[in-house]
């Protein structure tokens, strides 16, 4: 729905607003406390200075036109170029400047004389840093809530999945697990100071007077008082009750931000750890990192996959939603991206603990999520229906299983877990003879190419010569009534009749 207004009324109407505004100059300086506290400054300018221009673009984003934004973007850049080169007193005032001019031209407040334009980046800077408390006391008194009713129930989806996602990232990834269990509230106490709270106020002051900005009472010129203010559930939240508030527009959005953020750490981890092949942190291993993340992290996407069908539909406000778009685009690779890491760290764990059917079963199920999350990219861009979505995916998935009963796993895995065993045992590890086995009869060509090595010990050996011959033994009687005859079983005893070589 949208509605004309006076801006600087809808700035007011709302502590909807206001609240969003006190968050954003409040993470911004959490960001500048992580870039600058106690730390040589240098790029970390130049990239909190982007990061203030992101969530003057998020907030404001239905007040500006792509081409006022394009300029607005232009000058910042040039304003940040001179702080990428080198910090300065020159260039931090080009870098202010540059942030000046975007807040200004980005929100369409260029004027037509230049007299102003200056009267106005005077403002934005000298006098808009110091209106925080003030408008906070402004809006207070108007009656304005700075925690809307009804906020809490736009925050509980994402707070209650974040919390999942951030419990099973836990589990499949212990440097996730030592961070949290590091996390003490005793030790952030002793890092807070007077001086660091005051240095938390100036950050939130200067960021709150660029994205809360008002123009002066007494300009008036080449200003349009009418904007056109899209209430979208993010910064306006719908006058809904509180079940239907769950998974209104604005909770999902702020799902899928919260979402892309955790898994983005996840998967730089990954990337760090499982595929550069940076060292891990003293006493852990790489077959802990691989086999603590392979199933954790399939349940973490299988969940992805519920709450996108779920939430995201063509029937539903956000399929037309741009920001939704781009960041369900976003969450959906990384979860793609983490079903591979997942496939990766079993296959590093099977490279060390062998194959059995259960890891055959996850990479196959590895596989299907993978697919069922790129399906769901086609069906937002195709704009189909979740009923093909769910039907493709179950089609697929009957095929694959269909496909898997004609599939020796039994031979495959021997097979394999022979191969893998001769350069174990050649590197002094033991062979493991009692999975090779359990794998009944279809076992026997990867035994008799194991035995064909003779590089086993004599109790070994002999141990799988003795469950060859059982083998051999129920396998015949097996075929010789026509019950328990299986063409599986036939093929294999005609293998075996022929003294094909084992391997």
Known sequence: MTETVKLDDALDRGGAYISHVLLASCLMAILGDYFFWNESVGLSISLWLLALAVCIIILWRGHFYTRALFGASVALMVGVAPLIETVSALSLFFGALGITIFSIVARGRLGASWPTNASRAVHLLLISPFRLIPDISSAHKQGQRLIPAGIFGLWIVPIVFSSAFLFLFSAANPIIEKWMMELRFSLLMEQLSYSRIIFWFALSSFAWGFIYFKRPSSDTDGYDETQNVSDDGLINPPAAGLGTRFFAPGAVLRSLILFNILFALQTGLDVQFLWGGLALPDGMSYATYAHRGAYPLIITAALAIVFVVSTFGPNKELESSSLARVLVFSWIAQNVLLVLSSAQRLGLYVDIYSLSYWRVAAFIWMGLVAFGLITIIFRIGLRRSNGWLIGTNMAVGAVVLYACCFFNFADFIARYNVERDKTAYAHGRLIDKNYLASLGPHAIPAINCLLEGNML????????????????????????????????????SRYLAMNLKPC
Request: a positive charge; zero cysteines; hydrophobic letters at 25%.
């Open 457 to 492: 010990s004599p109790s070994t050996q002999q141990y799988l010569e003795s469950k060859k011959y059982q083998f051999r033994f129920s396998l015949d009687r097996g075929l010789g009534d026509w019950r328990s005859w299986s063409f599986r079983d036939y093929r294999l």
